[in-house]
T-cell receptor, first 113, second 114 residues
Framework: NAGVTQTPKFRILKIGQSMTLQCTQD?????MYWYRQDPGMGLKLIYY???????DKGEVPNGYNVSRSTTEDFPLRLELAAPSQTSVYFC????????????FGPGTRLTVT | GENVEQHPSTLSVQEGDSAVIKCTYS??????FPWYKQELGKRPQLIID?????GEKKDQRIAVTLNKTAKHFSLHITETQPEDSAVYFCAASWKRSNDYKLSFGAGTTVTVRA
């Protein structure tokens, strides 16, 4: 299994541009999460999903959107990028309700200038 | 969500000494407390976790202790080695919409001096 994969690894955006961060897992996990990690800070939850077709906001959802059309994929959309969205973005997944461990992807480093 | 505070923010230890990182949380309903290790430029990796029905858990040189009454938990690394140098994050669970999420501490940068 590849586990959780993310693309791209790095990206530079100009203010006002849009992009989609891709996240795929091949472990048949129902639960998926998007976090952002700012320098010197812990991870903050942006959005999460408990299964295909079901998504909900986390702690810092403003400026982002998600969709979950399949079990495997959980893309994160940035509309009208702002410098405050410069961060490292991690996707994570977990098997189901009683399995608590989250498995992280390698991250996407995004810079908005 | 949950409010998780982590101390210290940086920790420098001599190789072979012990390292201790402490976290406090605010939600008395929290029942899952994982610790993640993150090496520079890499993804967070789970190193140990503990559930609220257990007071202590050990895995070789690392251990976690939990005090539910005081709402704090700690990571202990014994006989530290250079490869233990990394950023360590604690986390605590919180519940919404009948499912749990994680809130993370700000991290502790551990440097093991040879």
């Amino acid at each position: 299994n590849a586990g959780v994969t993310q693309t791209p690894k790095f990206r530079i955006l100009k203010i006002g541009q849009s992009m989609t961060l891709q996240c795929t897992q091949d472990m048949n996990h129902n639960y998926m999460y998007w976090y952002r990690q700012d320098p010197g800070m812990g991870l903050k939850l942006i959005y999460y999903s408990v299964g295909a077709g079901i998504t909900d906001k986390g702690e810092v959802p403003n400026g982002y959107n998600v969709s979950r059309s399949t079990t495997e994929d959980f893309p994160l959309r940035l509309e009208l990028a702002a410098p405050s969205q410069t961060s490292v973005y991690f996707c994570a997944s977990r098997p189901g309700r009683e399995a608590y461990e989250q498995y992280f992807g390698p991250g996407t480093r995004l810079t908005v200038t | 969500g949950e409010n998780v505070e982590q101390h210290p923010s940086t920790l420098s230890v001599q190789e072979g000494d012990s390292a201790v990182i402490k976290c406090t949380y605010s939600d008395s309903a929290s029942n899952y407390f994982p610790w993640y290790k993150q090496e520079l430029g890499k993804r967070p990796q789970l190193i140990i976790d503990i559930r609220s029905n257990v007071g202590e858990k050990k895995d070789q040189r690392i251990a976690v202790t939990l005090n539910k009454t005081a709402k704090h938990f700690s990571l202990h690394i014994t006989e530290t080695q250079p490869e233990d140098s990394a950023v360590y994050f604690c986390a605590a669970s919180w519940k919404r919409s009948n499912d749990y999420k994680l809130s993370f501490g700000a991290g502790t940068t551990v440097t093991v001096r040879a």
